[in-house]
């Protein structure tokens, strides 16, 4: 199982990002996928999640309202589109493959959005 | 919302037993799962389901789940082991959420 994010970068307050994640070695389509976050020096904050049709999407309340999440599975991949982006988002963004009865059975290594003016 | 408590951190002896606990109101009606997080590095999950060790985790890895405390075991610890834990539940109801425990550093004397 291989999960790679990219897109991270260092963004103003206010400014918007498409993060990706690029899966393999499993069935994309078979699973649902998460978003996970951790600022820096804290612990995990889980941030959103999508099953493997895109028929049901949560996202925590810290940004229900600002941030998308979506996939394509012809792509193996799922995207988090962030807009109005505060100081408070800066973390490393991880992707995880979710499993029943709800956990995170496979990472990627993460990627870094700094959210700084 | 559900919150989960963990102590922010332990110390263990080479050899010993280091217990982390994780509190939340009647937890042992939920399902929670461990993580060990390394500096610079994914976390990596070393008990599912409460109980359940995964493939490549050692047995000195244990779960146990009742009451309003959830608790993960480490046996005859060894510096390897010095990480971050955090436990973790899937929330369930008109609002799906993962919660996590804010974390506890295993630092091995």
């Known amino acids: 199982v291989q999960v790679v994010e990219s897109g991270g970068t260092l963004v103003q307050p206010g400014g918007s990002l498409t993060l990706s994640c690029a899966v393999s070695g499993f069935t994309f389509s078979d699973y649902n996928m998460n978003w996970v976050r951790q600022a820096p020096g804290k612990g995990l904050e889980w941030v959103s999640y999508?099953?493997?049709?895109?028929?049901?999407?949560f996202y925590s309340d810290s940004v229900r309202g600002r941030f998308t999440i979506s996939r394509d599975n012809t792509k193996n991949s799922v995207f988090l589109r962030m807009t109005s982006l505060r100081v408070e988002d800066t973390a490393l963004y991880y992707c995880?493959?979710?499993?029943?009865?709800?956990?995170?059975?496979?990472w990627g290594q993460g990627t870094l959005v700094t959210v700084s003016s | 919302s559900y919150v989960l408590t963990q102590p922010p951190s332990l110390a263990a002896a080479p050899g010993k037993t280091a217990t982390i606990t994780c509190g939340g109101n009647n937890i042992g009606s939920k399902s929670v799962h461990w993580y060990q997080q390394k500096p610079s590095q994914a976390p990596v999950v070393v008990i599912s389901k409460n109980t359940d060790r995964p493939s490549g985790i050692p047995e000195r890895f244990s779960g146990a789940n009742s009451g309003n405390t959830a608790t993960l075991t480490i046996s005859r610890v060894e510096a390897g082991d010095e990480a971050d834990y955090y436990c973790q539940v899937w929330h369930s109801g008109s609002d799906h959420r993962g919660i996590f425990g804010g974390g506890t550093k295993l630092t091995v004397l």
């Open positions: 999508i099953t493997s049709g895109s028929d049901t999407i």
């Open positions: 995880a493959k979710w499993v029943a009865p709800g956990y995170f059975d496979s």
